[in-house]
């Protein structure tokens, strides 16, 4: 916990940096995107994570990976702000800069974020429904989903908003049911 904390107050400063160069160059929009989508690529390959953690490998390679993968994917404006981290060593926080990047460009939009695991991927128009009830919920204009597979919910899903906590899912169900069953 105290790891995530000092990751927190390293990344804030990069991710605010990166917010008002976004904001002077009207690019907050196009920059959120960019951010997603590399994020969507950590997420998906566990490889090129730690090919980018290894404190190991020289900063040239992580330099021409980047630029080899993300060149025609990315804006030029961001992509040298992961050149930048990369000679600066703090490519491993690069996460923790997008999370709190979005965190910060959210509230600039007045952007609820809601993180959502689901035991299974949700539907375009069940995802709708959710925003439109998490709407009604928050009381905010805008709501994001961040999905996360869970399979270990068995079915349903929860959604954490803040510290708040909605759990439809069959496992906080049965996890309910043995507390209750306990106290008896």
Request: proline residues 2%; positive net charge; contains cysteine.
């Amino acid at each position: 916990m105290v790891n995530q904390s000092m990751m927190s107050k390293v990344a804030l400063p990069y991710a605010e940096a990166l917010l008002e160069s976004a904001k002077d160059t009207n690019l907050v929009k196009k920059t959120n995107d960019d951010l997603s989508l590399i994020c969507t690529i950590l997420s998906e390959s566990v490889d090129l994570k730690l090919f980018l953690d290894n404190p190991l490998i020289a900063a040239e390679a992580k330099k021409n990976v980047l630029n080899q993968m993300l060149v025609s994917q990315v804006n030029d404006f961001v992509l040298r702000f992961l050149l930048v981290l990369v000679d600066r060593r703090r490519i491993s926080l690069l996460s923790t800069i997008i999370d709190k990047y979005l965190e910060l460009a959210y509230q600039l939009e007045s952007t609820v974020i809601a993180e959502v695991s689901a035991a299974i991927p949700l539907t375009g128009s069940q995802q709708n429904d959710l925003i439109n009830k998490l709407k009604i919920i928050t009381g905010s204009k805008q709501v994001k989903l961040v999905m996360k597979l869970n399979p270990s919910l068995i079915a349903g899903f929860t959604v954490q908003i803040g510290s708040k906590v909605i759990d439809t899912s069959l496992s906080g169900k049965l996890k309910q049911m043995a507390l209750y069953l306990n106290a008896a």
